[in-house]
C-alpha cells in the first residue's frame, strides 16, 4: 500500500510563516488576557462520550469523532447499539471539557474563576475557507459569576485582543437568549416549535426577511404569528434604542431587568473601549448552541463574510455536572481565521530583534567553526536571531530563500577568511 503524502481531508501541514503568525497570536492571547485576571488551564482532548453526547452542543453533536473501546471491552459481537461500542471522542469544543474540569476541581478554584483554555478540537465537518476538521480554538470563560460584570469583561478583553492584532473597524453584535424566546411567544409561536423557529431566523442575513418567512410557511406556522413576528424586526435600531424599543412591545412577555442590563453591557462596552470597534444590539443573533441561557455575542470582521468569534452565558450546563446551577459566561475567538486573516493581509509580526544569517563555506577548519558558532553565540545573547548554514552553490537564490523568510544582515565565512 502507497504511503499518502497529503494530510487527511479537513487538516493541514503549517508552514514557517504560518507558525510565526500562531506563535504570535498565542503569545498576544496570554498576554493580554493574563492582564485581565484569566489564568491558563487545560484539558485532555479526549472526553468521555455521555459528556459529548449529553444534548448541550447542538448540531456538533453530529460531528464527533468518537472512540472505539480497547482490548476486552471491545466486543464488536455482541454490539446492539454504537454506545456498546464507544466508551470517548475527541472534543469538538472547548466548553463542555471546562465544565467537567471545573465541577471536579471546583473546590481548589477562586469564585469567580477567570480560566483561559486554548487546544486542538475535532469535527467530522465539511472543509470550507476558514473550517477545518482539526482547529485550535480559544476560550476566555467566567465562571461562579452572576451579574453583567462577566460578559463586560469577555467583551471588552476579546475586543481588546483583536485591536491589538492590528484589526480595525470589526464589530460586535450581542442579542439574549431570553429575548429571543419573548419575541416568539408574543408573536404566538408554541414554546416547543421555538427551536425550530431560531434555526429559521438564523438564517435572516443569508436569504432576508422575505426567506425566512417562506421558510417559516412550510413548516405550518400561523400567517398572523409569522407576521406578527417578523414585524417586530422593522421596530428594532442596531443601539440601545432599539433595545428600549424591544422592552416596550414584549411588555408581559419579557422581564424588564433583562433588556436594562443589555442596555447596561452596551453602554458600558461602548465607553470604556480601548479599540476601533462598534458593538451593535441585532435581534436577530441566535448562536447554534442549545446551552446559551443569557446574552450572546458573535464578533466579525470587515471584508470576512463569517464570525471570527463568539459566546455568551450557559447558566445550567455546569450543573449537569454537579447537580448545583452554577453561572458561567463565555467567549471563544476563533483562531484560524484570525490566522488566516493576518496571512492574507502578509501581516509582519513585529519585532525589535534582526535576523542575521551565517553563511560558511564547505570544509570549514574545526577551530574557525568553532569561532563562528562562539560568535553566533554572542549575537543571540543580544537578541539577535542567527542561523548558521552551509553555503550552497546558488548563493544568490539561498539568500533570497532567507530574505523572504525576513532575515536582513548576511555574513559569509570562507576558509581564508571572512568576505
Not at 470576512?304 to 463568539?310: A, E
Amino acid at each position: 500500500m502507497a504511503m499518502k503524502k497529503k494530510p487527511v481531508t479537513g487538516m493541514k501541514d503549517i508552514t514557517p510563516r504560518e507558525m510565526e503568525i500562531r506563535d504570535y497570536v498565542i503569545r498576544m492571547i496570554k498576554d493580554t488576557y493574563g492582564t485581565f485576571g484569566f489564568s491558563s488551564i487545560e484539558t485532555p482532548c479526549v472526553e468521555h462520550i455521555e459528556n459529548l453526547s449529553s444534548k448541550q452542543g447542538g448540531e456538533n453533536e453530529k460531528l464527533i469523532f468518537k472512540i472505539l473501546k480497547r482490548g476486552e471491552k471491545l466486543k464488536i459481537d455482541t454490539a446492539e447499539t454504537e454506545m456498546d461500542l464507544v466508551d470517548g471522542g475527541l472534543r469538538y469544543d472547548l466548553t463542555v471539557p471546562l465544565s467537567r474540569y471545573y465541577a471536579n476541581n471546583a473546590n481548589n478554584l477562586p469564585s469567580p474563576f477567570k480560566a483561559l483554555q486554548m487546544g486542538n478540537v475535532w469535527r467530522a465537518d465539511r472543509p470550507q475557507r476558514g473550517r477545518y476538521r482539526q482547529f485550535m480554538q480559544c476560550d476566555i470563560d467566567i465562571l461562579g459569576e452572576p451579574t453583567i460584570l462577566a460578559e463586560i469583561e469577555l467583551i471588552l478583553a476579546t475586543s481588546t485582543l483583536v485591536g491589538k492584532l492590528d484589526f480595525e473597524n470589526f464589530t460586535i453584535r450581542i442579542n439574549d437568549r431570553r429575548i429571543l424566546k419573548a419575541m416568539a411567544a408574543c408573536s404566538g409561536f408554541p414554546e416547543e416549535s421555538y427551536d425550530t423557529v431560531f434555526i429559521i431566523l438564523d438564517k435572516m442575513d443569508k436569504i432576508g426577511k422575505e426567506g425566512v418567512a417562506e421558510e417559516l410557511e412550510k413548516e405550518g406556522f400561523a400567517k398572523e404569528s409569522i407576521d406578527k413576528y417578523l414585524s417586530l424586526f422593522d421596530e428594532v435600531t442596531e443601539d440601545i434604542n432599539g433595545v428600549r424599543r424591544l422592552k416596550e412591545l414584549l411588555e408581559g412577555f419579557l422581564d424588564q431587568k433583562i433588556a436594562e442590563e443589555l442596555e447596561t453591557i452596551i453602554q458600558s462596552v461602548d465607553t470604556v473601549k480601548t479599540a476601533k470597534f462598534q458593538i451593535v444590539f441585532d435581534p436577530t443573533l441566535v448562536r447554534g448552541m442549545s446551552y446559551y441561557t443569557g446574552p450572546i455575542f458573535e464578533i466579525s470582521i470587515d471584508g470576512f463574510g463569517g464570525s471570527v468569534g463568539g459566546g455568551g452565558r450557559y447558566d445550567e450546563m455546569i450543573g449537569k455536572f454537579t447537580g448545583q446551577k452554577t453561572c458561567a459566561c463565555g467567549f471563544s475567538i476563533g483562531f484560524e481565521r484570525i490566522v488566516m486573516l493576518l496571512l492574507e493581509r502578509d501581516y509582519q509580526v513585529p519585532s525589535n530583534a534582526g535576523k542575521k544569517a551565517y553563511l560558511i563555506e564547505k570544509n570549514m577548519p574545526g577551530d574557525k567553526l568553532a569561532a563562528i558558532f562562539k560568535e553566533a553565540a554572542e549575537e543571540r545573547k543580544n537578541g539577535n536571531i542567527v542561523s548558521v548554514n552551509m553555503m550552497k552553490k546558488n548563493k544568490k537564490f539561498q539568500k533570497e530563500q532567507m530574505t523572504a523568510e525576513g532575515y536582513t544582515e548576511f555574513k559569509e565565512f570562507f576558509c581564508d577568511g571572512i568576505k
